[in-house]
């Protein structure tokens, strides 16, 4: 950019030199401001990133009882689930069975049907 603004314009050919050298500092100048925003856009994330939590190292110690934790949880997240599923079909088996135990009883007595419910 300094190049293109302080090279010297020759004579026979000064405003087509001086029109290059004016296009040629709008590119340097656009891409300098592309990478300063680029460089903001990161600085940004990584204060965030500094606000959200310390910056850690892959393999760091924290990362790794933070891992630990996670992998603890998700266990016991399976087991809760596993239980559920557990109780649901126990509860499915006893309302079958309470089903299988409840006995028809047809009494033509008076033309009328009675059901009897026996329960454990």
Not at 25 to 35: Q, R, T, Y
Not at 82 to 102: D, F, I, P, W
């Amino acid at each position: 950019m300094v190049l293109a603004a302080t090279e010297p314009l020759p004579t026979s050919m000064a405003i087509p030199q001086a029109s290059l050298n004016a296009m040629t500092m709008n590119n340097e100048v656009s891409a300098l401001i592309k990478e300063v925003e680029n460089l903001l856009a990161l600085n940004r994330e990584i204060k965030k990133l500094w606000i959200a939590g310390p910056l850690r190292k892959p393999g760091d110690a924290d990362e790794k009882n933070l891992q630990k934790e996670i992998d603890e949880k998700a266990s016991q997240v399976s087991k809760l689930y596993n239980t559920l599923v557990e109780l649901e079909s126990e509860a499915a088996r006893k309302s079958a069975t309470q089903k299988a135990l409840v006995i028809a009883e047809v009494k033509k007595e008076d033309s009328y049907v009675r059901i009897k419910h026996e329960s454990q």
